[in-house]
Each structure stands twice: as structure tokens, then as C-alpha cells.
């Protein structure tokens, strides 16, 4: 027996059965565009938003970056923001952790208080961190803190393909017996990853400064 459906029933049916399926395609992992979000237990999809939470946490990775973000707790809307509380964000530069990261999509910024950043044999502390995705700059401010280079200032400018950094003023640098200070705003350091030869390197901090470089920081040195 054929059973025919005004227009109006069958749009109710077909809303009807979108919300039946619902749970179902968002079990397990799912891809927005090129990233896929694993949810480590609990996931809920609001489909008015276009928001995925992760109440208990999961994983976003992002193949073509090849990057993956861990949180305890994820807020995902496509193509806005992802917001991850007990944030791990594992890269080709290394890693940054943080208690709370926000990420924006369409102005492709990483934002995160009381980071940790493991960069390549550098390992920096600081109150506050924002990552230009394009161009792969970082900048560091409050209390940043490194003790190989053991130096400490207000901010860090570092280029995340380079290794090529800015300490800014003030800052206080120490090697060895030599202990640099420098309260004048216009005085910064050069930082320099040096290659050891065997694939690790170090990273040496001086007075002279490449202008290349400081037009290439240039425009991300002031918030």
C-alpha cells in the first residue's frame, strides 16, 4: 500500500527524522572541513548555533596544519571559534599549554593565559600568549620567563618557522657571569636558534639586531 504525503507532512517527517539521526552521526569522530573533533566522552551538537561541546573534553585536530588541540572541557563553532579550558595544543613547533585557549577562526588568532611554550629546545612561561596562524608569530607578554636562554622580560616576539625572536624591553639576560638589564622601551634583544649539528638547537640573545628581522616583527610588536 502507497502512502502519499502533502508537502507539509513531509517536511515535518523529513525534520523529524533529522532529529532521530541526529545522535547517531555525532557519535564518534566528526570532520569540519579539514579538522575532526573526537570527544572523549559526553558530546552535544546545537543545531541552531552550529556548536559542538565537549563537556568532558576530546580532541580537534587539524590534518592539514597538522595540529591537534587536547581540552578537558571544548566549545566548538564552525568557522568562529574553539575555546578548550585544559588546552594542549601539540605542533611541528612543539607545544603550548594553558588553562584557557581561545582560538578565532576567521581572524586565524590563538589566544591563551598562563601558557607554557615548548618550541624547539626553548621552553618559555608567560601570563598571556597570541599566535598569528598566517604568518606563524607568536607573541608572549607579562612575566615571560626562559632559563635557557635564562632571561626574563615583558615580552617575546618570536617567529614559530624561524626560530627568530625579539626580547623586549625591559628584560634582564643573563650568561654566564654577564648579567644584561635594560629598563629603555626602545632596547631590545635578538634572540637566534643556533644549529647544533646533530638536529637540536640552542639559542644565543644579542645586542644587535638584524633589520630584517625587526621590519618582519615590526607590525606584531605592540598589542
Known amino acids: 500500500m502507497k502512502t ?124 598571556s600568549i597570541i599566535i598569528h596562524l598566517g604568518p606563524d608569530i607568536a607573541k608572549l607578554s607579562g612575566n615571560v620567563q626562559s632559563d635557557d636562554p635564562n632571561f626574563s622580560s615583558s615580552s617575546l616576539v618570536i617567529n614559530l618557522k624561524t626560530g627568530f625572536g625579539l626580547i623586549l624591553s625591559p628584560f634582564s639576560y643573563v650568561n654566564g657571569p654577564l648579567v644584561l638589564k635594560q629598563e629603555s622601551s626602545d632596547k631590545n634583544l635578538q634572540l637566534s636558534p643556533i644549529d647544533n649539528g646533530d638536529g637540536t638547537v640552542n639559542y644565543q640573545a644579542s645586542s644587535v639586531i638584524d633589520q630584517g628581522l625587526l621590519e618582519s616583527l615590526g607590525p606584531y610588536l605592540n598589542p
Do not use: W
Request: proline residues 3%; negative net charge; contains cysteine.
Open 4 to 127: 502519499h504525503f502533502s508537502l507539509c507532512q513531509f517536511k515535518k517527517y523529513m525534520a523529524n527524522l533529522v532529529l532521530i539521526l541526529l545522535p547517531f552521526s555525532l557519535a564518534g569522530a566528526q570532520s569540519f572541513a579539514a579538522l575532526t573533533v573526537e570527544s572523549a566522552g559526553q558530546q552535544t551538537f546545537d543545531i541552531a548555533t552550529n556548536t559542538t561541546y565537549l563537556p568532558d573534553g576530546g580532541k580537534i585536530i587539524d590534518e592539514t596544519a597538522k595540529l591537534s588541540l587536547t581540552g578537558t572541557n571544548i566549545t566548538y563553532q564552525e568557522g568562529t571559534y574553539i575555546e578548550a579550558m585544559g588546552a594542549d595544543v601539540q605542533g611541528e613547533f612543539g607545544s603550548l599549554q594553558s588553562p584557557h585557549m581561545l582560538i578565532t577562526i576567521p581572524e586565524q588568532t590563538l589566544r591563551a593565559e598562563a601558557v607554557t611554550l615548548n618550541y624547539k629546545n626553548l621552553v618559555v612561561t608567560a601570563d
